[in-house]
């Protein structure tokens, strides 16, 4: 059978994935589970149901997703109910919702559908520099899958680059994926251990480690990332860890992601719990501030 992946998006046109124009294919699942994940539709490696309740209109369809779920999870009591719990994902009430007030949230794509879909961007990479980025999720969390696409990509010789949580199996990367790749972006979020537990759900140690070793590898870019998150990442202690961690690899800069809220709309269709609420952008000066305790 052909490898398939499960994917939530594919953005075309994409210029800040990095170098060019790109196109970003994001991948679902994912080991960390941070509270102001931009994803969240990407953490879970499952496909999952996502319901918009302003769409659903019954008088059209007359309930028709009703009778269609074999486990009873929708029902009907001055709106329509849906038991996410149980939920076993069988996509029969999507076929028959008109309104896509039903929808699923990602969906498998063998390698060849994958390929073909790029080869229709890939003028645009020859003509800007650019060409295909792995997002998610994390990339590695689909690791035979990315080994083969990464392979393809670069015997076509497509520039190539993923987002990483950097919390993976550095053997199987360094073998499967590492050839393969052109750039890395390599998020570091928090310079504690116990910081990194309770905020993304896993210990940052095999992260750091992974990117001390990829520090050291020669033939990649690798660009660290610190997202700032106020009131998590964006501490003073937590900026000048990360800086001098950087500086003990002789790595003098980092590119700072300034906080963006839109993540949180994607909360309530899925039915996931709000873990972080702040629902503004960062000031300028925020971002002076943070910039002034990374340095
Ligand atoms: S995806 Fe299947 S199990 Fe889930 S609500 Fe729809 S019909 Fe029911
Ligand atoms: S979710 Fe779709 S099929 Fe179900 S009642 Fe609403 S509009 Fe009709």
């Known amino acids: 059978m052909e490898l ?9 046109d994409c210029s800040e994935d990095g170098p060019g ?12 589970s941070c ?6 539709e990407g953490q879970n490696k499952r496909l999952e149901l996502s319901f918009q309740a302003k769409r659903c209109d019954p008088s059209v369809c007359g309930l ?7 486990v009873a999870c ?22 028959v919702c008109p309104t896509q007030a039903l929808t699923p949230v990602g969906y498998f794509i063998t390698l060849s559908e994958l ?50 949580c950097g919390f993976f199996n550095y053997a199987n990367f360094r073998k499967l994926i590492l050839p393969y ?17 309770r905020y993304t759900g896993q210990s940052n140690r095999l992260i750091l480690e992974n990117f001390r070793q990829l520090a050291n590898e020669r033939d990649v870019d690798v660009v660290p990332r610190i997202p700032l998150i106020p009131g998590i990442t964006d501490r003073p202690e937590n900026l000048s860890g990360i800086s001098d961690f950087l500086k003990s690899l002789s790595i003098s800069g980092a590119t700072l992601m300034p906080y963006n809220p839109l993540w949180q709309d994607k909360l309530a269709l899925l039915n996931l ?19 002034g305790w990374f340095n």
């Open 115 to 164: 390929l073909y879909r790029i080869s229709i961007d890939a003028p645009f990479y020859k003509s800007s520099g650019g060409g295909v980025t792995l997002s998610g999720g994390e990339v590695t969390a689909q690791m035979p899958f990315a080994h083969a696409l990464l392979k393809t990509l670069k015997k076509k010789g497509i520039h190539t680059a993923i987002e990483t």
């Open 64 to 70: 028709a997703c009703i009778s269609q779920c074999e």
């Open 35 to 40: 509270h102001w994940c931009q994803n969240p």
């Open 273 to 291: 719990p709000e873990k972080y609420a702040r629902k503004t952008f960062m000031s300028d000066e925020e971002k002076r501030t943070c910039i």
């Open 21 to 32: 124009i790109r196109t970003t294919v994001f991948l679902k699942g994912c080991p960390l």
């Open 4 to 12: 398939q992946a499960l994917i939530f998006d594919i953005k075309r």
């Open 74 to 95: 929708l029902s009907f009591h001055n709106t329509l109910q849906v038991d996410f719990d149980h939920c076993i994902r069988c996509g029969a009430c999507f076929e």
């Open 181 to 197: 790749l052109d750039l890395i972006y390599f998020d570091l979020k928090l310079i504690d251990e116990a910081q990194s537990i």
